[in-house]
């Protein structure tokens, strides 16, 4: 029986399932002219469940049913950035929605329960809770990417993610399962301290290598990269700013809770299996860093550019988590943060440059924007820096601690292949802000910012954020680096 | 007020930039006032550190600190010696110019161009001002945002891509930098503080990685051959404020961080690889002196020129491990290395001056061919004497500022040993023929161009900012004294480091 402890434990996950449950029901009710109410409602409650998970959480680390949920620090910071992004996303998201007649009410609810499915995520105490939120938030979004389903692009975006998704899940089921068979148990601690010790080594190892594969194509790093063009591109660009955003900081949550929790990490004695996973991940980042950076190079799509830019990030992400200690997981779920900000006002300026019958999708679009819209050239220079890793931005910092985490780790091979994947991408950033700034607009072409006003004013802070945050961003760094200090 | 003019210095510009980007397109005049009123301040708060700052003892002054990422260790710290207060002023100084330069030329967009300077000028100051690694990274790295727009937007035909590979080629250098101290910080236990980085021990094999990723980041700004690439380009298509704050104050931050980083934190890997940059610096000196003699574009001849010029600040600085080291003589190792930061300073002044009497020809002929002019002192009287008096600078006339710096570089040279010193002597003949062919071929002669015919002489603004070119130029050629008390104790404490070993 679930005490009353363990509902208070998940106060946020229940309530969102009942507010999403509710919004759906009011959605069905409403009339046509009325549906707007449901666009701030959820926003709302993006807000109040950010307020509840951090004014419940508690002072250490507790877990609820037996240990199927955890609620420590590093779910705090993901939960909390996850719900924030996501209303920032539910106020890029409807004047693009609007203008393309989609429907509204199912956007706002499917992503509702993926977010419920990250914060499942993040909180997982065993492989049943891993995958039971892997699969909310992936069928939830199978569903987003088909939602424009008048777009030949949307529907095979939607079958390619499908089809590529479900045999990811597959690989990680049939990965769990034999890490069950060697460990005999679900939970995630127990695993830890079944590893150490254990005579199903080759066992373990294969269901390791199989978990991986899993993780690796959440996260969109190379070689199991391949959905994430297609799907970036396909999608209808509010989806894909919940993709490319929010989501990492639960691939991120994943990985870490598979990866550290489960198979062991590097920090203390027992070592677990922690050699075997750091140099799996090495070579993911390795590929990651350079596929994404060079195929990135020659794109002329700029969601296509994001696309193969975010595996490049992933690249960066597992630079640092292959660290495996606590200052290695903290810079990475700092990258990932300023990764998920950073991507969001990259894809909310394409929606807000956008509108009904123009796709502010191709670099070219963005031609002589200084002299169409200086504001909003101004912030797409702030993110385009932020993401080549500029300082004073805020994307800098995330690539100096994923650095010196590998640099710590004494792989300085890795810190090494880091800069010059730098140098690559930084070639392609800049491409688009000589496009933005130096070419003359294209004949016959009016990019403005035509979004509603709300729209504009978020995506002006969520970018003027980034500059800000590269010079305060030590709280926020505190804030990681606590949530693994216990 | 004093314990935080260094943040002023910084910040004032930058602020500045938001009101004169705020003044906008609709007017334009009143965002110039506002950035000139701005680079005025900063200029005269920059006077301010004379007072301020004790030459007599060469240590980091006007100290300020603050916590930035305690976790880390990174701290916002601020402190400047005698060096990083010369370039302070340098570059507050060259502002003023550029703005008052760039008044009526820029006329797409002035309020971007002045607040891109203005932004440009606080990173700047903040490179000089940094004693925390990471700081100075972050300085360095920003400067590059704003160089980037002004050379892209403003430039010339081949902007964009002489523009990128300014970018890129900086970014490539200063990356591996940034692994360097990444590096560093692990030794030291967590500190990012330059003084902590150099009293660390380290052993010959890390000390030459460092100093390898350090003389990449810095080579490139310098910029010494074979990496000097970019430097052409970027200066044929910048605008003429663009060239004259990249020539009089970027290049100079490449030879600051070699006294600030290499030497201090790999001396030993210096000695060791000083050949290196000794053979260097005297390939660009010679082999670029006779590059810039061929060039047909102006503004070429002077920025490879200015290639052969930092040719002898980075052999001024690095003689000083052979005379230290090797033959034991400290006073000329002090000499040169005097030289090479009094080679800073001037050059700042004469390159400067130089982009700018290109600029104004350019402004009215539209275009740099040498052999678009001649005869231009029989239509712009006025402006020749300018003319001829930077030329005569740049090729190292005494009495004007080009001839101390390089004349203290040659003297400890030939202390180390007189083949350096010839090669670096060749400087006086290949710098005196190209710039003063160029004179010739310029200014003198008969008007044979009916574009020439139609030139007006320069203006009141434009006598202003030359006038101001050419009171630098020759105060410190006839009277360099301030400018090497300012700078010699501080100078004299480097020279004194470099004697201890760190393995």
Known sequence: MPSINDILILLPEIYLVVAACVLLLLDAYLKPGQKGAVHWLSILVLLVGAYLVVSGQPASSVSAFGGMFIRDGVSEVLKVFSLLITAMIFVYAR????????????????????????????????????????????????????????????????????????????????????????????????????????????????????MITGI?????????????????????????????????????????????????????GATGLAPQWQLMLAVLAVLSLAIGNLVALVQTNLKRLLAYSTISHM????????????????????????????????????????????????????????????????????????????????????????????????????????????????????????????????EGTDVRATADAPARWVLSINALALLVLGFTWSPLLAWCQKAFAG | MSNHLLSLLIWLPVVGAIPVLLAGTGRPGLARWISLLVAVA?????????????????????????????SLGINYSLAVDGISVALIILTTFTQILVIVGAWEVIQN????????????????????????????????????????????IWGGPRRVYATLKFFIYTFF????????????????????????????????????????????????????????????????????????????????????????FSLPIAPDASQHYEWLIVVLSLIAVCYIGYIALVQQDMKKLV??????????????????????????????????????????????????????CIGVLYDRMHTRQIKDYGGVINVMPIFAPFYVLFAMANSGLPGT???????????????????????????????????????????????????????????????????????GVLLFGIWPEPLVHLMDASVARIVEQLAITKV
Request: aromatic share 14%; charged share 10%; with cysteine.
């Open chain 1, 216 to 268: 690796g194509f959440k996260l969109g790093a190379a070689p199991f990269h391949m959905w994430i063009p297609d799907v970036y591109q396909g999608s209808p660009t509010a989806v894909t700013v919940f993709i490319g955003s929010a989501q990492k900081l639960a691939a991120f949550g994943m990985a870490y809770r598979l990866l550290s929790t489960g198979m062991g990490d590097a920090a203390g």
């Open chain 2, 109 to 152: 967009k002035p309020h971007q161009y002045m607040a891109a300077m203005l932004l440009l000028e606080g990173a700047m100051i903040g490179v000089f001002c940094a004693t925390d690694a990471m700081l100075f990274y972050v300085f360095f790295e920003a400067m590059l945002i704003p160089m980037f727009i002004i050379i892209g």
């Open chain 1, 315 to 442: 690249g960066y992400l597992l630079v640092g988590f292959v660290n495996g200690g606590p200052d290695g997981y903290s810079a990475s779920m700092f990258y990932a943060v300023s990764y998920a900000l950073t991507s969001a006002a990259a894809f909310g300026m394409i929606i807000v440059l956008s509108r009904s019958g123009f796709e502010c999708e191709e670099i070219d679009d963005l031609k002589g924007l200084n002299q169409r819209s200086p504001w909003f050239a101004f912030l797409m220079l702030l993110v385009m820096f932020s993401l080549a890793g500029v300082p004073p931005l805020f994307g800098f910092y995330g690539k100096l601690l994923v650095l010196k985490a590998a640099v710590e780790a004494g792989m300085l091979w890795l810190a090494l292949v880091g800069a010059v994947a730098a140098i690559i991408g930084l070639y392609y950033y800049l491409r688009v802000v000589k496009v933005m700034y130096f070419d003359a607009p294209a």
């Open chain 2, 173 to 260: 250098g200063s990356i591996f930098m940034l692994v360097g101290l990444l590096y560093l910080w692990h030794k030291t236990g967590g500190s990012f503080a330059i003084s902590d980085m150099a009293a660390v021990h380290l052993t010959l094999t890390e000390q030459s990685w460092l100093f390898f990723a350090f003389l990449l980041g810095f080579a490139i700004k310098v910029p010494m051959v074979p990496v000097h690439t970019w430097l052409p380009d970027a200066h044929v298509e910048a605008p003429t404020g663009g060239s004259v704050v990249l020539a009089a104050v970027m290049l100079k931050i490449g030879g600051y961080g070699f006294i600030r």
């Open chain 2, 401 to 471: 500022s080009g001839f101390v710096g390089e004349f203290m570089v040659i003297l400890a040279a030939f202390s180390a040993n007189p083949w350096i010193a010839l090669f670096a002597a060749f400087t006086l003949i290949i710098g005196a023929a190209y710039t003063l062919w160029m004179v010739k071929r310029v200014l003198w002669g008969k008007v044979t161009n009916s574009h020439v015919a139609e030139l007006k002489d320069v203006n009141g603004r434009e006598i202003f900012m030359l006038s101001a070119f050419a009171a």
């Open chain 1, 95 to 210: 004047p693009y929605l609007k203008e393309r007649a989609i429907p509204f009410g199912e956007f706002y609810t499917l992503t509702l329960f993926a977010t419920v499915g990250i914060m499942f995520l993040v909180s997982a105490g065993s492989l049943v809770t891993v995958y039971l939120g892997l699969e909310l938030l992936t069928l939830s979004s199978y569903a987003l990417v088909a939602l424009n389903r008048d777009s030949s692009l949307s529907s095979e975006a939607a079958i390619k993610y499908f089809v590529l998704g479900a045999l990811a899940s597959g690989m990680l089921l049939y990965g769990m399962s034999m890490v069950y068979g060697a460990t005999h148990s679900l939970d995630l601690h127990t695993i830890h301290a079944a590893i150490v010790g254990t005579e199903w080594k080759t066992l373990l190892l294969f269901g390791l290598v199989f």
């Open chain 2, 42 to 70: 900063t200029f005269a708060a920059s006077l301010a550190l004379i007072p301020a700052y004790d030459a007599t003892t060469g240590t980091m002054q006007l100290n300020e600190s603050l916590s930035w990422i305690p």
């Open chain 2, 303 to 356: 920025a490879y020129s200015s290639i052969a010029h930092m040719g002898f600040v980075t052999l001024g600085i690095f003689i000083a491990f052979i005379l230290v080291r090797e033959t034991n003589n400290p006073d000329a190792a002090r000499l040169g290395m005097q030289g090479a930061m009094v080679q800073m300073i001037s050059h700042g002044f004469i390159s400067g001056a130089m982009f700018s």
